[in-house]
T-cell receptor, first 117, second 113 residues
Framework: DAGVIQSPRHEVTEMGQEVTLRCKPI?????LFWYRQTMMRGLELLIY????????DSGMPEDRFSAKMPNASFSTLKIQPSEPRDSAVYFC???????????????FGPGTRLTVL | AQSVTQPDIHITVSEGASLELRCNYS??????LFWYVQSPGQGLQLLLK??????LVQGIKGFEAEFKRSQSSFNLRKPSVHWSDAAEYFC???????????FGTGTRLQVFP
């Protein structure tokens, strides 16, 4: 099992540019989560999908952020336009189907370190 | 609102010493509880989880955690720390009626030889 795959691992861009982060969840997992990690705010959930449908995007900081999941094996998180305060590590995590109401384990990718100059 | 508190931001121990990382949660019922570890430049890896049953949970890498309902705590322990255990440790709570996890702010563990 390849685990959750994220690309790129590092991204450096200039303020105002569009940034697209990519995630491939573990095969068979039907939940996908996007998180942001910063020193100031810790680990924050931005949005999550179930069966490719966004379920909760209340953590998305503002309209500059958008996320899509066109199929079960691919998701993107886009920032347009990017700002220096968006600099953070962005993680994608996936999880298998819920069984009997349990909150099962989320498996995290290695993250994308984004620097906006 | 549900919350998770990790009171220790940074802990330093000597290799071979015992370790206990604290985690307290605020939730109206017994939630699902997790400990994750994050090595530098890596994603989060699950150490162990508690859903129900035996309150002492064994995990990977020799870690264990004990759920104490009366104290709303889920502390992580290891009897003898190895230098490779240096990392950041996150406690997380999964409320029963949601798919979300709520993470604590993390405890950074430093291990001296």
């Amino acid at each position: 099992d390849a685990g959750v795959i994220q690309s790129p691992r590092h991204e450096v861009t200039e303020m105002g540019q569009e940034v697209t982060l990519r995630c491939k969840p573990i095969s068979g997992h039907d939940y996908l989560f996007w998180y942001r990690q910063t020193m100031m705010r810790g680990l924050e959930l931005l949005i999550y999908f179930n069966n490719n449908v966004p379920i909760d995007d209340s953590g998305m900081p503002e309209d500059r952020f958008s996320a899509k999941m066109p199929n079960a094996s691919f998701s993107t998180l886009k920032i347009q336009p990017s700002e220096p305060r968006d600099s953070a590590v962005y993680f994608c995590a996936s999880r298998g189907p819920r069984a009997s109401g349990y909150t099962d384990t989320q498996y995290f990718g290695p993250g994308t370190r984004l620097t906006v100059l | 609102a549900q919350s998770v508190t990790q009171p220790d931001i940074h802990i330093t121990v000597s290799e071979g010493a015992s370790l206990e990382l604290r985690c307290n949660y605020s939730y109206g019922a017994t939630p699902y509880l997790f400990w994750y570890v994050q090595s530098p430049g890596q994603g989060l890896q699950l150490l162990l989880k508690y859903f129900s049953g035996d309150t002492l949970v064994q995990g990977i890498k020799g870690f264990e955690a004990e759920f104490k309902r009366s104290q709303s705590s889920f502390n992580l322990r290891k009897p003898s720390v190895h230098w490779s255990d240096a990392a950041e440790y996150f406690c997380a709570v999964g409320p029963y009626n949601t798919d979300k996890l709520i993470f604590g702010t993390g405890t950074r563990l430093q291990v001296f030889p």
